[in-house]
């Protein structure tokens, strides 16, 4: 087993283990976790695939040489990256509308409490 494999491996470790920690987390404001992290898959699963895909075409053209199961891991690393990029950057900016919500109506947020 290649280094490239492990590392696939653990990050599709990684990718359960985060899914299923979002997935059961309680809502607090904005977008709930759960919301989030299926809104990533669905986002992640449409560039999977295209990724895929234009790495059995592009790499070639640079010299790069996979064969399908370490495309398939290198797929799985750049998708732990970013399923944990795009969940939190939702995450964030959720509750940076919400805050400015709450700034712009003058109530008390009673979500931090």
Not at 67 to 88: D, H, K, P, V
Request: aromatic share 14%.
């Amino acid at each position: 087993m290649t280094t490239l494999n492990l590392l696939g491996i653990c990050s599709f470790g990684f990718i359960i283990a985060f899914t299923y920690n979002a997935y059961n987390k309680t809502h607090t404001i904005g977008q709930s976790p759960r919301s989030a992290i299926i809104e990533a898959w669905i986002n992640i699963l449409i560039g999977f695939t295209i990724n895929f895909v234009a790495n059995i075409w592009l790499l070639p053209l640079v010299g790069a040489k996979f064969n399908g199961s370490e495309n398939l891991a290198l797929g799985c690393i750049y998708t732990s990256i970013s399923m944990f990029r795009q969940y939190f950057i939702r995450r964030w900016f959720n509750a940076k509308i919400h805050s400015v919500a709450i700034k712009l109506t003058g109530e008390k947020d009673v979500s931090s409490s």
